[in-house]
């Protein structure tokens, strides 16, 4: 996020500072009990209109608290920080809540500061002029609590007080100390005071007095370690620090001097001040970086940043919106006019058709039953046909089988046709049936053959032979699939018994059943 | 304080509004447009898909009518497609066994039935007709037999379908009064025949096929 405008907010003055990538510049500073002043900034405020805008407070009437709480997580947490907040700070939107450390004894609670500002009377001027500007706030963040983060290019002990020094612009005699009192990078406390320089006054013993009285509040806290020297940062313009430095130190405090426009220069700030104060790094350091979590959310501003978002909302959706329907309709119109070109050659193509089934219906000029009908009554026919056992076919069977059996006499014939039942049972039990019933519908008939031998001398296996050779002469026929003797002269199966007289001279005689199978196609 | 106030971005919301309606206006049109052609594309392609299946169907009835009229005249001859002719029968079996020789030809005819469908593949608005005739007689030789069935055979009157036969060989002499002479009879035949004959069935709902 690059911010463009950063408005300074001190209890007296506010800057207003334009930032670009490497620098930051003053534009104008107005002050806050002048209301021409205020309205000035008004006017520009309308003439400009800014872009993003952040709001960096550094007021004295901010408050700090050292508060443990059980340690809970996720809703919970909210819930209790917040009752927290509201205990401390009621009826405020400036507060603010920081996860500092957990205790390693006894309860094991979590230790928040809290900061916050309890009566914001000095603030709500500017943040109204800003909510009737429309001017949208990304955030409203205070300077202490950016200290730490001011002081990272800088090697420090983690218990540290930071002095700063701002000059007031409505005064030239006036300077406001800040001391922020760091603990492992999280704003523990911040003190606020104003000092005047003149020459009935001496600076540097009022500051080392109030540095004093600061060590004096944290050891009475127990924050600093027994017989340990509180590290001093000081940030100071090059005139002051020259008039501190002839006075001696605070008593168990170790002073270390800042150089403002190294540590700038150490931030990536190039800006055109000379000897820039903390405020303007801090300022750049927080329009430089990108988007972090407001410290502050006043409702005012939260209802116009609501406002603006969903302005910014609604235009965005519209181009969306606008951008989807041109480029969907022109894909749909694209894909239309395709289609009407593929429709005029498609109506081109029916109409040579509708000539052609024209054409067609003229030559086929038939008036007799309906083909359909025809083939089916055709079909119909043959099936029946298929099932008449004619006599020539048996008669020709017989007639070639029995060539060359002049001792087999045939004494009687019977044959007939299978019905299609019978046909489909026996068609079922017959290797290959399936390839042959996809070739043909065949009608079986069956022939059955009495025959006796006419002359026999007794010899039963010679008898049994030539039966069985006509058997065989009989599968060779076309037509032919099954072959079984019914009745032989002797019937030799194991499983029967035998009996027979010599004395007994009948005629044997034989059956035989023939299965034929006539293809109709 | 108003949690929201309408009035600071009615003139964004208008405009949304405006872009929104002229959007769906926009997109619809072209979807309509698109549908349009692609339902005209549909009736075309229905339209081409109705004549080539007609073209077909031409082709196939005439293919149809090449293979099967003349089968289908010859049944028509035959008396497929007609109703039985008993007398018919009766009369040809009496002139056959004058001209064989057969006096002792003896026939029986039972009443026409009608065929179950799931016997034969029957049309729809046919029904098949079988009356079955069974004769038995003695025979000078195993041909007469073959000529007694062509006689039957020729007869336009249905469709004959021998079913069963029962050719034995016997030595019987017989007295044909008749001519005045001796017959030496060697064969004794039975058989089972049937005359098959269609017709239609008259269905309401569907057109009559008059024309055959």
């Not at chain 1, 002048?34 to 407070?57: A, C, I």
């Not at chain 1, 930071?162 to 800040?178: A, D, G, M, Q, W």
């Not at chain 1, 303007?280 to 209802?303: C, D, N, T, V, W």
Request: proline share 4%; with cysteine; charged share 20%.
């Amino acid at each position: 996020m690059k911010t463009d405008t950063l408005l300074f907010l001190s209890d007296s003055y506010l800057s207003v500072y334009c930032c670009a990538p490497s620098s930051m510049s003053l534009i104008d500073s107005y002050d806050l009990n002048d209301h021409v002043s205020m309205g000035r900034f008004e006017q520009w405020l309308k003439v400009n209109q800014p872009g993003t805008t952040v709001v960096l407070l550094d007021v004295s009437c901010e408050d700090y608290y050292e508060e443990p709480l059980p340690h809970v997580r996720g809703r919970d947490r909210g819930l209790l920080v917040s009752r927290k907040i509201t205990k401390l700070f009621p009826s405020s939107n400036y507060a603010y809540a920081e996860l500092s450390a957990r205790l390693h004894t006894g309860r094991r609670d979590d230790i928040y500061y809290i900061s916050g500002i309890a009566d914001s009377v000095m603030i709500d001027p500017l943040i109204e002029i800003l909510a009737n500007s429309n001017i949208v706030v990304s955030g409203v963040y205070t300077l202490p609590q950016l200290a730490a983060e001011l002081i990272k290019p800088i090697e420090h002990n983690t218990k540290l007080l930071l002095v700063t020094c701002e000059k007031e612009i409505s005064s030239v005699s006036r300077y406001s100390f800040r001391q922020s009192f760091i603990v492992n990078e999280k704003l523990y406390f911040s003190r606020k005071t104003t000092v005047t320089s003149s020459p009935g006054s001496n600076m540097a013993e009022v500051l080392r007095k109030e540095i004093e009285r600061t060590w004096q509040y944290l050891n009475n806290r127990r924050v600093l370690e027994k017989d340990s020297r509180m590290q001093v940062l000081l940030l100071l313009p090059e005139s002051v620090s020259t008039c501190i430095s002839v006075e001696h130190t605070a008593s168990d405090c170790d002073y270390v001097y800042i150089d403002a426009a190294e540590l700038s220069q150490s931030h990536g700030c190039s800006s055109n001040a000379a000897e820039p104060s903390s405020g303007e790094i801090i300022a750049f350091m927080l329009a430089k970086r990108g988007f972090r979590k407001s410290h502050y959310k006043p409702q005012r501003l939260a209802f116009t940043k609501k406002h603006q978002k969903v302005k910014q909302f609604l235009s965005i959706a519209s181009v969306l919106v606008l951008t989807m329907a041109l480029v969907f309709s022109g894909l749909n119109i694209m894909a239309g006019l395709d289609i009407k070109n593929a429709n005029e050659q498609l109506s081109q193509q029916a109409n040579l058709m509708s000539a052609k089934l024209q054409v067609e219906r003229n030559n086929f000029n038939y008036n007799g039953p309906k083909p359909q009908k025809m083939q089916a009554m055709v079909a119909l026919s043959e099936h029946v046909a298929a099932q008449s056992a004619l006599p020539e076919p048996i008669y020709k069977l017989v007639s070639d089988s029995f060539s060359g059996f002049n001792e087999l006499s045939l004494a009687r014939m019977e044959w007939r046709s299978k019905t299609e039942s019978e046909n489909k049972i026996s068609e079922a039990g017959r290797p290959g049936a399936n390839q042959l019933a996809n070739q043909a519908v065949g009608a079986m008939f069956v022939v059955s053959l009495f025959g006796e031998l006419s002359t026999f001398t007794g010899d039963f296996r010679h008898a049994i032979d030539r039966i069985e050779s006509l058997m065989s002469s009989l599968r060779d026929q076309e037509g032919v699939i099954k072959v079984e003797a019914t009745r032989m002269p002797l019937d030799i199966d194991p499983s029967l018994n035998i009996s027979r007289s010599l004395s007994d001279q009948s005629t044997p005689v034989f059956s035989i059943d023939v299965t034929l199978m006539q293809a109709i196609m | 304080m108003a949690y929201f106030q309408f009035s600071l971005v009615k003139q964004s919301v208008f405009l949304f509004s405006v872009v929104a309606v002229f959007s769906v206006i926009l997109f619809g049109s072209s979807f309509f447009y698109k549908q349009e052609q692609l339902d005209e594309e549909r009736a075309i392609k229905g339209k081409m898909r109705s004549m080539q299946a007609r073209i077909s169907n031409i082709a196939h009835d005439k293919e149809l009518v090449n293979t099967y009229q003349g089968v289908y005249k010859r049944l028509v001859d035959k008396g497929f497609l007609s109703n039985e002719s008993r007398l018919s029968w009766m009369e040809q079996l009496e002139r056959t066994a004058g001209r064989l020789a057969l006096p002792d030809l003896q026939y029986q005819v039972d009443s026409q039935s009608e065929i179950k469908q799931d016997q034969y593949p029957i049309p729809h608005g046919v029904s098949l007709f079988k009356s079955q005739l069974t004769f038995e007689t003695s025979l000078l030789h195993e041909g007469d037999l073959l000529e007694l069935i062509a006689d039957l055979q020729i007869l336009p009157s249905g469709l004959l379908v021998v079913q069963h036969c029962d050719l034995s060989r016997t030595n019987t002499t017989m007295d044909n009064s008749e001519k005045g002479n001796n017959l030496n009879f060697k064969f004794h035949t039975l058989c089972d025949v049937s005359w098959y004959t269609t017709g239609e069935i008259a269905v309401p709902d569907l057109p009559s096929n008059s024309e055959a």
